[in-house]
């Protein structure tokens, strides 16, 4: 089966230049763009299958007051917000006997929300301007998965027609299997007060950019019962976020309360609030996680790859499977008041609590494994022993498993060169990093004969983060702080096994490679 879904979601809310609009307490300027997208590919076959689904999603959101425009109100929020949901997934639908073949899955997103303010206003109360983003985006691309389904119909199709399986038929001289999920992600988020704004404020001024980013990516791939066994699964996915919150250059803001600044990017953890709440909570639940225990293994992963070949047990002679998994994060946070800005320059905007603050931060925390190892988890015939999980086997078997996850942040708050800032209390600028990587690669099989398993995992984080106050810029406050963290974590798990009854092989390699870069500075000649 063959499945393309293509959307294009806009949304646009603006206040021109010389329109006039007055509202007696708030004035909200909101434009929201949900994007769903749906492409899923099913074949319906005994035989060899191919599935392809393919997905390419393009959101926009603007929410802005433009130059010249005259606002009126007792307070303002300038909002633009990206509900993104997509959803890709190529499988076969296996409801009688096996299927084998191709399942491809690929998906693009491009996504960008913008919202600002670039007028003279004047507001007695609170000024928002916000932009954000929330993406789940799922990948899916299955090639001949075990069937707990097909092996109940088989059972019960033999039960009532009172026959027995048939041991003597001949197996299938090759048997190949190969899944490929390709995705690419790229979201963009921009609040910002602009160069031609004045503005003052008698409340608080936020300028608030954030970007939530649920990606998910899995492969997997089995091919069984025959002489020869080719099993391959591989998962490609480029994930990019960026968050910017400022204030632009020339820019002039006055408010008696806080001037909030703040970008922020996450990936959540794929694992539920509550994990207990996940479980089957009846006898039928029970039964559905039952007829899909993969499922729910995929459900508290971000990225999952996985093969399996097996060889007939009579007269197979080869197997081999690989899995390959490469997954690149790419998030950069970015809040900074700009060169040549005015903030709080005004007398009559000054309160015993005013403060400025300027923060970034940036949030990863993933799940991921790769590996050869089979899942042939059936109600009817439960698993006898570590030998029912091993992904390759045959009188000759290869098995390769490769995991590569990438971090690549960037997380910058900073008040530039010439920006003139002024607090009756505090100037806060901070930057924290928080990333959790757990990855595992395994690699299992086992030979009559001869026999290799390798497993490679490789972690590279490269990041930066950064607070700082640069030279030429001027700060006038009760005290200043400038603070920048990095809180990462990682665990890199591999391993290796081979049962053979004359010659086996188990390789296992495990490489972290990690480069932080965490400042907190103030760059001389700031005053």
Known sequence: GFTYASSDATAKASIESGATITAGNMLRLESTANNTVEANAFGVNSGPTLNIAVTDATSGADAFIQNGANIHAGSLDVTADIVNRIETSAKPLELVGDSAGGAFAISFLSSVANAYVDAVITIPGDINITATTDTENNTTASAEPKSTVAGIVEEAKDYLSDKQPDEESESEALEVSAALAIAEADATSNAYIGSNAVIHSNGNVAVISGITDDFRLFSTSEAEEANVALAGAVAIGTTTNTAN??????????????????????????????????????????????????????????TYVRSAADADDDSGKFALSGSVNLYTVNNNANAYIAENTLINQD??????????????????????????????????????????????????????????????????????????????????????????????????????????????????????????????????ATALSIAASDDSSFSNVVGGVVLSDSFGVGVSVSINEVTRDTDALIVAGAG
């Open 347 to 476: 007398p009559d905007y000054r309160s015993a609590g005013q403060t400025v603050e300027v923060s970034a931060s940036n949030t990863i925390q993933t799940v991921d494994l790769a590996g050869v190892f089979s899942f042939a988890i059936d109600p009817l015939e439960p698993p006898e022993g570590i030998t029912d999980f091993l992904g390759s086997s045959g009188k000759a078997s290869l098995g390769g498993s490769y995991n590569e996850i990438n971090y690549n942040t960037n997380t910058i708050a900073e008040i530039r060169a010439g920006a003139t800032v002024h607090a009756e209390q505090d100037v806060i600028v901070t930057a924290s990093s928080n990333h959790d990587a757990f990855l595992m690669t395994v690699a299992g099989g086992q030979a009559e004969k001869f026999g290799i398993s390798g497993a490679f995992g490789l972690y590279d984080q490269v990041s930066t983060t950064r607070a700082q106050v640069d030279s030429g810029a001027i700060i006038t």
């Open 245 to 302: 919150a400022f204030i632009d250059s020339g820019a002039q803001v006055s408010a008696s309360g806080r001037v909030d600044v703040n970008a922020t990017t996450s990936i959540p953890i794929p694992l539920p609030d509550d994990l207990w709440a996940a479980l089957p909570s009846d006898f039928w639940e029970g039964v559905k996680l039952a007829l899909s225990v993969e499922d729910f293994v995929q459900g508290v992963m971000t």
